[in-house]
């Protein structure tokens, strides 16, 4: 199974708390910082599509640290 990186259009900042959020959760240690790396945020409809191609594929290890232990 492989897990895809995620990408998020970001339209006029729409999505900037979000990312502030996502970005707290680690600063609070309620997750891992390697976590961050499973969004990308794009700011420009144009750079969508290299986003996609240029994304990290995820292996089904990738669980390992995405769970409480």
């Known amino acids: 199974?492989?897990?895809?990186?995620?990408?998020?259009?970001?339209?006029?900042?729409?999505?900037?708390?979000?990312k502030e959020m996502l970005e707290k959760c680690v600063s609070e240690n309620f997750m891992n910082g390697k976590h961050l790396q499973m969004w990308t945020f794009v700011n420009e409809l144009e750079n969508v599509i290299s986003s996609i191609k240029n994304a990290a594929d995820?292996?089904?290890?990738?669980?390992?640290?995405?769970?409480?232990r």
């Not at 995820?58 to 409480?68: D, P, R």
Request: net charge neutral; no cysteine; glycine share 4%.
């Open 1 to 18: 199974m492989i897990i895809f990186e995620k990408n998020i259009l970001n339209t006029n900042g729409f999505y900037n708390p979000l």
């Open 58 to 68: 995820w292996n089904k290890e990738v669980i390992n640290f995405a769970t409480y």
